[in-house]
Structures are given as structure tokens and as C-alpha cells.
């Protein structure tokens, strides 16, 4: 069992999400669960406030991600995304999920520097509060950037996300020894608990999972890529984040699974406690991610560590002139024990000409897209 303590969670929220369990017969599925403490409109952490991402606890923020830390982490991606503009013919650049703005603002900032400006820059954000900070910060860009909740029925250009798939909400199971259970949320006297039912439901590799398993499955991360594919009639698709292929991701030895949470730049891993006030997340299938993109008609054209990919974009000529604060935070980028070797980039397209396709730069050493 698992009950948070006193004020920990928004009144609020926790009444919506009493609601929810109770009209999905006393028991909700891990996946709405931790889509209601994420995305609740005007209560949920990522829809409630806008403080979630900076480079100390100091500032209120909870995790620092790439843009934060150093704005050569969209100058480099910038030079793949010009590389992929001009192969899809397109001056239209989209970026999901873009946070405290940071990455928008290198990525325009680096692309006008080189004479390739998009036309036009849109973001994808499902957080008002965050909307409104983005907006501030871009204000400079004008008419240039602009916002929807939705996306249209055809797409022509190039989609980066950054630390996106990992906060898509995922499926809980749980292994006893003999049958595989999903895991999810009541109510009792003290608060939400746990409650694992029985489910048809599986992980996608058939490994010896030892009893006591916990795990996740992406449903929803993979039904994103296929709404992707739907609309992107030509293209590319960039995306970072931490996470392994299917293969290491259901590693036997793997048994408790990837499930975390982040809060005042500090993780734990009780997502029933302080719900709403800090990051749930868990880690990328991208096996998953590559076999839904493949199935809805893209090709995954690259796939490897943020490290290769970011010195295959020129990012470690650019430390040349660097002041020294520079170079130690562009270090974390690539050192195998900070984000170089965990973080890993794929690319997806459509109908982009070969020159991209056959050789996209951020993939020119390194590429592992033969252990998706």
C-alpha cells in the first residue's frame, strides 16, 4: 500500500481522481491514473504550472533537461533539422511537448543564422501555463511561431520532441511467478493504493521474468507515432529521450521496471505520493516506437545514442570557443554516465529525398538501428 501523507496532494486533484476510480468500478488503470496527475486541465503538473524545467533546484524547477543546460544542444540538432528541411522541401519546423521554450528558441536562433529560417514554427503543447511561458520567452519570433492543441489532417515538414515520449502515460504489469497482472489505483481509508488485477495483457518480448516483475507496456506512446504517420504526408520526425530497444528494456534483470518520478531535481519512485506536484515518467520502448512508425508507412532512417549523434552534428567543434562552464555542462551531454549513452535519438520519414535518407548527418557514426 501506498498513502500520501497529509497535504500532499492538491485537494483538487485528488477529488477528480477519487471520481475517476470510482466510476471505472473502485479501480483505474495505472496509464489513467498517471494521465490525470500529468494532464488534468488546470490540475494536473504539467497543466497546473509552468516551473517544471531549470538547471538548479534553486529556481523551483524539478529536472533540467538538454536545452537548459546549454543552448549547443539546439544549435547541433539545428544542423540535422536544416539537413532534413531541405531534403523534404519544407520551411516548417513542429516541435511536441516544447517545455520551457528553450529548444524553440535555439533551433530558431541557429537555423536563421544559416539563412534557413522556417516559415513557420509550431508548437504542440497540451499545458497552458506552459504555452504562456513559451510565449514570452518567443515573443521576439512573432507571427513566426505559433500554438494549437490539435494537429490538421495533412502535415508537410520537419517534427523535433525532446523528452516527450517518456511522459506519455503507460500500462503497469505486474508478475507473480504464474500469470501476468495489471497494476492499478484504489481508494481506501488512508488514501490510493495499489491493486494489481488479472489481464490478457503482456510485455512484447517473451523473456524469463522473475516473480515479482514490474513493468510497463506504451500503447499510448505507440497509437502518437501512428496518428504521427496518419498526418505526416512528407517529412521527418526527430525524437530524444531516455529509454533502450525492446531487447534491453525487458532484461530479466530488469525487475522493477522503469517507472520514476522527479521532484526538486531528486527521483523517487512512488507515484501516489505528492500527485500533481512533481513528474511521472518512465523510459522509451524503441523497438515499440520503431515498429509503429514502420507500420503506419515511415521509415526509421536512424537510430543512436544522444552522444553520436550530437558529435556527428558538430557539436564538439563548437566547445572550441567555449567558456568553461560551457564545455562542463555540453560534457553531460555526451559522458556515457550522465546523458550521452542513455538518451538515444530516432529518426522517422517520409518521402524526403535520399540524400537525407540514405545519410542523415546526426547518424553518419554510430548508428544502431539494427538492435531496434
Known amino acids: ?113 544559416d539563412g534557413l529560417a522556417p516559415e513557420r514554427y509550431t508548437i504542440v ?50 508478475f507473480d511467478g504464474t500469470q501476468w497482472l495489471e497494476r492499478g489505483v484504489v481508494v481506501n481509508d488512508e488514501g490510493f493504493a495499489w491493486s494489481d488485477r488479472p489481464t490478457t495483457l503482456r510485455p512484447p518480448l517473451d523473456a524469463p521474468f522473475v516473480p515479482g516483475t514490474v513493468t510497463e507496456i506504451h500503447p499510448q506512446a505507440r497509437a502518437f507515432i501512428a496518428t504521427l504517420a496518419d498526418r505526416l504526408q512528407r517529412g521527418a520526425a526527430f525524437f530524444i529521450d531516455y529509454g533502450f530497444p525492446e531487447a534491453e528494456y525487458y532484461l530479466p534483470q530488469r525487475h522493477g521496471g522503469t517507472l520514476m518520478c522527479h521532484q526538486g531535481h531528486q527521483a523517487d519512485g512512488d507515484p501516489l505520493v505528492d500527485i500533481g506536484r512533481k513528474d511521472i515518467t518512465a523510459h522509451v520502448d524503441f523497438t515499440g516506437i520503431a515498429l509503429a512508425a514502420q507500420d503506419a508507412g515511415l521509415e526509421v532512417v536512424g537510430y543512436t545514442t544522444q552522444a553520436h549523434f550530437l558529435i556527428n552534428c558538430g557539436l564538439v567543434e563548437r566547445l572550441a570557443d567555449a567558456d568553461l562552464k560551457t564545455r562542463a555542462n555540453a560534457q553531460k551531454l555526451l559522458l556515457e554516465h550522465e546523458m550521452g549513452e542513455l538518451f538515444k535519438v530516432i529518426a522517422l520519414a517520409r518521402g524526403c529525398d535520399a540524400s537525407f535518407t540514405d545519410a542523415p548527418l546526426g547518424f553518419v557514426h554510430g548508428d544502431r538501428s539494427h538492435t531496434l
Open 125 to 174: 503543447d497540451l499545458s497552458g501555463a506552459l504555452r504562456q511561458r513559451q510565449q514570452a520567452r518567443l515573443a521576439r519570433f512573432g507571427a513566426q511561431v505559433r500554438w494549437v492543441s490539435e494537429l490538421p489532417d495533412t502535415m508537410h515538414g520537419v517534427i523535433v520532441g525532446n523528452e516527450v515520449l517518456d511522459a506519455m502515460p503507460v500500462q503497469l504489469l505486474h
Open 1 to 113: 500500500m501506498q498513502t500520501p501523507p497529509a497535504g500532499s496532494v492538491s485537494a483538487p486533484l485528488s477529488s477528480l481522481i477519487r471520481q475517476a476510480i470510482a466510476r471505472h468500478g473502485d479501480w483505474l488503470p495505472f496509464d489513467r491514473f498517471m494521465a490525470l496527475a500529468l494532464y488534468a486541465p488546470g490540475l494536473g503538473y504539467y497543466a497546473a504550472g509552468d516551473r517544471q524545467f531549470g538547471l538548479l533546484p534553486s529556481s523551483g524547477s524539478d529536472f533540467v533537461t538538454a536545452p537548459e543546460l546549454t543552448p549547443l544542444f539546439g544549435a547541433a540538432l539545428a544542423r540535422q533539422v536544416a539537413q532534413a528541411l531541405r531534403a523534404c522541401d519544407s520551411r516548417e519546423l513542429w516541435e511536441f511537448g516544447a517545455g520551457s521554450g528553450a529548444l524553440a528558441e535555439q533551433l530558431l536562433d541557429a537555423l536563421t543564422a
